[in-house]
């Protein structure tokens, strides 16, 4: 992206989810590599501010980009002259009433529509881009009925008549629906129907940006998905790796065109998209449970010890996406637990099948009352033993 590289900066980013997290650090580097020494780095904790733990919340996304991008960050709401602005995960509803009422809302729109400094919106914080915003909590948690909450609308200074829709692949919901930050496909088709004549709906997948140059109004679709245009119920899916024109996606937003832009030619291929915490947890379980099976304590312990270095690259992940640091720290304890296990029983196979071997012999010699002796022995010792067709099997 020309103007990233070069001079001043003027870029706005939307992430669908995954915004401190290991898939988007390299992303999140394009985007500082070209600030000036020094940057004034803002961090933008509204959307969170009311959870108990914002504190928390705060320093770890600071460390995150202190550590993983080389950048300094301070908390605040003086957005104006920032050289780079951050909001993520949250509440859109809660950000936006206090945007709104203050002066963060017009600072934020006049970034976008000078083309100046970077601007990083994401889950949350993205949903409040548009024309209308989705009330995630409400709809999906308190149970309020589908309706749209007015928006930021950062994206009218591009030109774009629509709303953005994080989450847009979300899975986590197992039987039911929860595509589209949520809101499933019935409540999204009727929550369509609503928005004025000519508003899209702009959908970024999880662990996926659209990185939009305000000076040459180039997009990128970087990440693991894609971004979706959708036009009343039809849709044109623009994936990871599509680099095009803003003009392209005005006219995808007007329905007036449906065929997805190629990556012009010789552009280098984007780089393997990283593993996120849920792959990366189910991975390391079938390791785990392959080594059990295989009774080799060492591959398992391997195991457990990939899991264990996940959650550090993933301990300032700030997001609550499927698969998050919680359940990957309960996952981590079952399986040290099991590992113990798994270590006893082979010292214990290192014990039992010697003393198997000496009575299958000893049954072999006639000896059946010292073979039962033996037996009796070893239940004695926790141990049971089983004569089937296959032969003898023992249990703890």
């Given at each position: 992206?020309?103007?990233?590289?070069?001079?001043?900066?003027?870029?706005?980013?939307?992430?669908?989810?995954?915004?401190?997290?290991?898939t988007m650090v390299e992303i999140h580097r394009r985007a500082v590599r070209c600030l000036r020494p020094g940057p004034r780095a803002v961090l933008l904790d509204t959307p969170y501010a009311f959870q108990e733990n914002a504190a928390d919340i705060s320093a770890r996304a600071r460390a995150y980009f202190?550590?993983?991008?080389?950048?300094?960050?301070e908390v605040g709401d003086e957005v104006a002259g920032a050289d780079w602005v951050f909001s993520g995960p949250g509440s859109p509803t809660y950000a936006l009433e206090r945007w709104l009422a203050t002066p963060v809302a017009g600072d934020l729109r006049a970034r976008v529509r000078a083309g100046r400094g970077v601007t990083v919106l994401a889950s949350a914080a993205a949903c409040t881009a548009g024309a209308a915003t989705v009330p995630v909590?409400?709809?999906?948690?308190?149970?309020?009925?589908?309706?749209?909450?007015?928006?930021?609308?950062?994206?009218?200074?591009?030109?774009?008549?629509?709303?953005?829709?994080?989450?847009?692949?979300?899975?986590?919901?197992?039987?039911?629906?929860?595509r589209y930050c949520y809101l499933g496909e019935r409540r999204?088709?009727?929550?369509?129907?609503?928005?004025?004549?000519?508003?899209?709906?702009?959908?970024?997948?999880?662990?996926?940006?659209?990185?939009?140059?305000?000076?040459?109004?180039?997009?990128?679709?970087?990440?693991?998905g894609g971004l979706t245009v959708r036009v009343r119920g039809s849709q044109v899916v623009l994936p990871a790796g599509t680099t095009t024109s803003l003009d392209e996606v005005r006219r995808l937003t007007r329905g007036s065109a449906t065929a997805r832009p190629a990556p012009p030619r010789g552009q280098a291929p984007a780089p393997a998209p990283q593993e996120t915490l849920a792959e990366v947890c189910g991975s390391c379980e079938k390791h785990f449970r392959q080594a059990a099976e295989g009774a080799d304590p060492v591959a398992a312990a391997r195991a457990v010890l990939d899991l264990e270095a996940a959650l550090v690259a993933w301990a300032a992940d700030t997001e609550e996406d499927a698969g998050g640091v919680d359940e990957?720290?309960?996952?981590?304890?079952?399986?040290?637990?099991?590992?113990?296990?798994?270590?006893?029983?082979?010292?214990?196979?290192?014990?039992?099948?010697?003393?198997?071997?000496?009575?299958d012999r000893l049954r072999r010699d006639g000896a059946y009352d010292l073979?039962?002796?033996?037996?009796?022995?070893?239940?004695?010792?926790?141990?049971?033993?089983?004569?089937?067709?296959?032969g003898p099997r023992w249990s703890p």
């Open positions: 992206m020309a103007s990233v590289m070069q001079g001043q900066p003027g870029l706005l980013v939307l992430m669908g989810s995954g915004e401190t997290s290991p202190a550590r993983s991008v080389g950048l300094t960050v909590y409400e709809i999906y948690k308190v149970g309020a009925e589908p309706h749209w909450r007015p928006g930021l609308d950062l994206l009218a200074e591009l030109d774009l008549r629509a709303v953005l829709i994080p989450h847009y692949d979300n899975a986590e919901g197992g039987t039911h629906d929860t999204l088709a009727r929550m369509e129907r609503e928005l004025p004549e000519g508003t899209a709906v702009l959908g970024v997948d999880e662990h996926t940006a659209v990185l939009v140059d305000l000076r040459t109004e180039q997009v990128e679709v970087a990440g693991r990957a720290r309960e996952l981590l304890r079952l399986l040290i637990g099991e590992l113990g296990e798994l270590a006893s029983t082979k010292r214990v196979r290192a014990l039992v099948e010697p003393l198997l071997a000496l009575r073979a039962d002796t033996l037996r009796t022995a070893m239940l004695a010792g926790g141990i049971t033993v089983e004569d089937t067709p296959d």
